[in-house]
């Protein structure tokens, strides 16, 4: 629903729906309709259900297609997206484990040949106070950056109660956020945003990774087989360290930030700060980044300019992975 709301705010039009639930589409397109009623053109023949749903929406007569659906289903969505020739916006992250990220990779090289246009949701890319604060660091502000620190500690999101007459895999397509075939485990699917940017602000993906995690509180048969808390050493091929720091726990502190440390200075990017030998700080700015990453992919589109955001998103997607497995 956000994506489809941001890319609203462009001269679009929603034509084709998809979604493996019926009542999810029919209550996503009520939705939609009474916020954007000039944009929603959706006959009932253009509303696809089932878990191929995917590939009737963009054989419709469409230029672009948005992937939102389970980071699992992913490689297979962008493949079949590419294939027939349409431009992309799809949500973070990627794939969900080493082949899923590799399969993306390889279609992206044929998107490039298409002279496709491929945009990912990492809304902080295109955040004003975290590119000013990347141009900074960039330009020399905090030095050679050596450490970065990402957490991602919350209470958790939504959990659906089994129904006792839905299949096995409608309950995990239902609660897709609590199996990793599905979503990668959280630290996948939430925490990528933090590793993102720090592999941004070091400009390298990490080489290696050891970690520790596990299930200390999310241990019903409600919560899927995904861990509830995972800390996560990575290292860079010039000795750097990433510290990450992931947990879904009620009632403990939370902390949702970035930051990194350089040999003149530090960084928090949360706070939009730079302390050291070049201090700075972030002006008031209340431009909305998911809706400028969505007006930047249009903008390339209308002006026939270059614009694929796959590469960086499947390498960090790779990144948290690594951080999974080394948990696991």
Not at 40 to 49: A, L, N, R
Not at 80 to 109: L, Y
Not at 228 to 237: F, L
Not at 272 to 281: H, Q
Request: one cysteine or more; hydrophobic letters at 40%; glycine letters at 8%.
């Amino acid at each position: 629903m956000q994506a489809v709301n941001n890319a609203a705010g462009a001269k679009v039009k929603l034509v084709a729906m998809a979604d493996a639930f019926r009542h999810r589409l029919d209550g996503a397109y009520a939705g939609l309709k009474r916020k954007h009623a000039d944009k929603v053109d959706v006959p009932e023949e253009h509303k696809f259900v089932g878990l191929d749903a995917y590939q009737k929406a963009i054989d419709c007569d469409v230029e672009m297609v948005l992937l939102c659906s389970p980071p699992g289903f992913r490689p297979n969505h962008f493949e079949a997206a590419v294939s027939a020739g349409k431009h992309v916006f799809m949500e973070k992250p990627v794939a969900t484990d080493a082949p899923g990220v590799r399969r993306v990779i390889a279609a992206n090289q044929e998107a490039k040949r298409k002279g496709l246009l491929v945009a990912v949701g990492h809304h902080l890319r295109h955040e004003v106070k975290h590119r000013e604060m990347i141009d900074r660091i960039r330009s020399g502000a905090i030095g050679d950056v050596q450490f970065l620190r990402a957490y991602f500690n919350s209470s958790g999101v939504w959990v659906n109660p089994r129904k006792p007459d839905e299949t096995e895999m409608q309950h995990q397509v239902r609660n897709w956020y609590y199996f990793t075939w599905l979503s990668g485990d959280f630290i996948v699917e939430q925490s990528i945003h933090m590793i993102d940017v720090c592999n941004w602000a070091k400009g390298a993906y990490p080489v290696t990774a050891q970690g520790q995690g596990g299930r200390q509180v999310r241990t019903g048969s409600d919560y899927g087989h995904i861990y509830d808390h995972h800390a996560v050493e990575y290292t860079y091929e010039d000795g750097a360290r990433l510290m990450s720091m992931n947990r879904h726990i009620r009632g403990c502190y939370n902390n949702v930030s970035e930051h990194a440390l350089g040999t003149r200075g530090r960084a928090s990017f949360t706070s939009g700060r730079i302390e050291g030998a070049a201090p700075w700080e972030m002006p008031d700015d209340r431009s909305n980044p998911y809706q400028l990453e969505h007006d930047a992919l249009f903008a390339a589109i209308r002006n026939d300019r270059p614009f694929n955001e796959a590469e960086y998103a499947a390498m960090s997607t790779l990144t948290a992975v690594m951080g999974r497995m080394a948990t696991y």
